[in-house]
Nanobody, 127 residues
Framework: QVHLVESGGGLVQAGGSLRLSCAAS????????MAWFRQAPGKEREFVVS????????YCTDSVKGRFTVSRDNAKNTVYLQMNSLKPEDTAVYYC????????????????????WGQGTQVTVSS
């Protein structure tokens, strides 16, 4: 059985930083894409950033460019999200997602591409 477990969320002031981790078990995702999505209260879940398995290509939504960085450690089957210069609008539950497929940029931003999901971790940015 596959499990994705996120950690590292919390409360931070605007301008601060947080680092999220997502540890996968039950399946190896070294050749597949792992991603982060987020869902703010009253809003739909949205794509944040992904990292492919083949050559580690990263892809992110415009609102986090230059602030968020995704990385992965295939030996640990873990993906990380370094979030800097946080803004109140970044407040959301952050979800880790994974697939054994590599895909392309046409796939990475779509919720349906990812069969495996974590339970989420809350990130709250105060103004």
């Amino acid at each position: 059985q596959v499990h994705l477990v996120e950690s590292g969320g919390g409360l931070v002031q605007a301008g601060g930083s947080l680092r999220l981790s997502c540890a996968a078990s039950g399946r190896t995702f070294s050749s597949g894409t792992m991603a982060w999505f987020r869902q703010a209260p009253g809003k739909e879940r949205e794509f944040v950033v992904s990292v492919s398995g083949s050559i580690g290509t990263t892809y992110c939504t415009d609102s986090v460019k230059g602030r968020f960085t995704v990385s992965r450690d295939n030996a640990k089957n873990t993906v990380y999200l370094q979030m800097n210069s946080l803004k109140p609008e970044d407040t959301a539950v952050y979800y880790c997602a994974a697939t054994s497929s590599d895909g392309t940029v046409w796939n990475w931003g779509h919720l349906g591409w990812y069969p495996y999901w974590g339970q989420g971790t809350q990130v709250t940015v105060s103004s």
